[in-house]
């Protein structure tokens, strides 16, 4: 950091518990698609939450000025992270395997980047989690129950209404592949059982859209996950279903398209995201399906373009 002083360095009040400043500090950090950044760290008996998925953070050290500081300290050592804005949102106390509390102010930022792509110096993994996914994890309770109150607060009201006032929210686009066999059955793919999302269950071959089109983005997922060669001019639009999730997550616009032809046998090409490809008949469907799925199968087999889900 720059000599310049950090805002909450200056500013009072803003990180106390009784009489006392807290020793640790830690960053609740989550993207714009409402999920949040977890740190899974070593199992290794005498350190702070062994072997727990947790936040990056870490104890004040002598050169520290202020908590910020130790944050941002532990963001740069840890994990490569330098973020524009960090700004104080809780101090939590928790006891750890038996412990005495640990008094923790815990700082909120944003950052929508890969976290594969960091050097992690500590710990195991970082990954992207959203709150309904962290009754599944190892986790303190303290830390699960802060990501949910701060989810609740995000732009999102209860009911999954928009404040009034809030700013535009951009969405997440979802890429979807219809294909039929001959027999008119639908070709789905069944989610490996660690998947975050829709795990053991069976699922269209879809993508999320990168700095992409739509169609590209169908074409190359076809290709990197089964195998399959499309010709983008063999593509026509099929059904668009305007989605919100749930309280606190990012609405998602998702594009079923249909193959006309393809070259290819469907094949595992990632075994870590899909287990199996599999012909469906479309009345006799599994009954592990996404419910979107299953609902945008219907809506096209009916004729409807476009559906919403989630928005009442």
Request: glycine letters at 10%; one cysteine or more; hydrophobic letters at 40%.
């Amino acid at each position: 950091m720059g000599s310049a002083e950090p805002a909450s360095c200056r500013s009072a009040g803003s990180v106390s518990v009784g009489d006392e400043e807290p020793e640790i500090a830690s960053a609740l950090i989550c993207n714009g698609d409402g999920e949040y950044l977890l740190h899974l760290r070593d199992d290794i008996p005498g350190i702070r939450e062994p072997g727990c998925w947790s936040l990056l953070g870490g104890v004040r050290e002598s050169g520290d000025r202020c908590l910020e500081d130790t944050v941002r300290r532990e963001l740069r050592e840890e994990a490569g992270l330098d973020l524009p804005v960090l700004e104080p949102f809780a101090v939590t106390e928790a006891a750890e395997d038996g412990t005495a509390p640990a008094s923790t102010q815990v700082y909120a930022g944003r950052w929508d980047g890969d976290p594969t792509r960091l050097l992690l110096t500590e710990g195991v993994m970082l990954r992207w989690f959203r709150p309904d996914d962290m009754d599944r994890l190892r986790m303190l309770p303290a830390t699960r129950d802060l990501v949910r109150r701060h989810a609740a607060g995000r732009t999102t009201a209860p009911g999954g209404t928009v404040r009034h006032g809030a700013a535009a929210v951009p969405h997440l686009v979802g890429v979807h592949l219809y294909l039929e066999d001959h027999a008119g059955h639908i070709l789905l793919g069944l989610r490996h059982h660690n998947s975050a999302f829709a795990s053991n269950t069976w699922h269209f071959l879809a993508g999320h859209c990168e700095q992409e089109s739509a169609v590209f983005c169908l074409v190359r997922e076809a290709q990197e996950e089964a195998g399959l060669h499309i010709d983008p001019r063999d593509v026509e639009f099929a059904h668009a279903l305007h989605q919100l999730p749930g309280p606190g997550r990012r609405p998602r616009l998702q594009l079923v398209f249909r193959a006309r032809a393809w070259r290819g046998v469907p094949e595992v090409r990632e075994p870590d995201k899909c287990l199996a490809w599999q012909w469906w008949d479309p009345n006799a469907l599994p009954d592990r399906l996404v419910p979107y799925t299953r609902e945008a199968i219907a809506h096209i087999r009916a004729g409807r373009a476009y559906s919403e889900a989630g928005w009442e």
